[in-house]
């Protein structure tokens, strides 16, 4: 892969770049948005996640002007999705749809720079995209990761003050990721605001400046990767109680500062491992002492994007279960 380039900043956007008020998108019965607040501001970097069929990809749509809300409003720039991509604000990388196959790379990525209103030179949209050595080759015998990168050169064709991002690693390694989102990075520094999809919960936690979770079409999360974690108890404490060690039932366990969750397995020799998931590990450490407990292999870890994002789901999935009981 070559090496990307140093973007040059574009005009920086003003105030809002995106806003979804009060949207609402449903296909038959299926509400796949439902009442979505959100307001995007210029030079963030925004993972979007959430389970599948939480409304990702149908927020995508409404941003870009590919489907109209049913209720609500979405707006670019202070103005219309169909304005702000006709002015060449708007760079997007979708799942769907495929690629020109029988020209070059170099051909079809010239032909996005030229009709873009705010071109950039194609040699500089091809190294920030780390495809130059891809240039002379024809799109339909690149691999599926060669392809996103390709599909990124188009995204990233002009001046784009949005760039809209829907899996866009999927199908790259390691190291190819790695210099994906540094591009990405330099694109937020210039000025612009970068809204990503995905499913590698490990590229929004150390990407990411903002995380949006998605469930059943709501935004339940907003905020760093860091408040989410603590939205959803972020700290693990974990350990072993020998026999000699103190009782350690579960009911002094349950009761210790902070417990949001308690696992306890047992061993033929009486050995206890004990995990907390607690939103005060401090509290919760120095009451197990206090409780006359001695815990060995004493371990507090921070909780990760990933497991927040599924406690944060879980949670809102029995509430909805709930909820539809009492009805």
Known sequence: MGRMSTVTAGPRADGEVAAF????????????????????????????????????????????????????????????PRAAIEAGRVGAMLQSGGLMGDVKVRELVKFACDVHPRGHRVDEVLANAGITELADRKVDKLSGGQEQRVRFALAVAGANDLIVLDEPTTGMDVSVRQQFWASMRAQADAGRTVLFATHYLEEADSIADRVLVLHRGRLIADGSSAEIKAKA???????????ADGPGEETVLRTLPGTVSLDVTGRADGVRTVRIRSSDADAGVAALYRAGLYPRGLEVTSLGLEQAFLTITGEQDAADSTEEDAR
């Open 233 to 243: 108890g972020a700290r693990r404490i974990s350990f072993e109680l020998h026999p």
């Open 21 to 80: 008020r009060r949207v609402s998108k449903s296909y038959g019965r299926v509400k796949a948005v439902n009442g979505l607040d959100l307001v995007l501001r210029p030079g963030e970097t925004v993972a979007l996640l959430g389970p599948n069929g939480a409304g990702k990809s149908s927020s995508l749509d409404l941003l870009l002007g590919l489907r109209e809300p049913d209720q609500g409003s979405v707006s670019l720039f202070g103005g219309t």
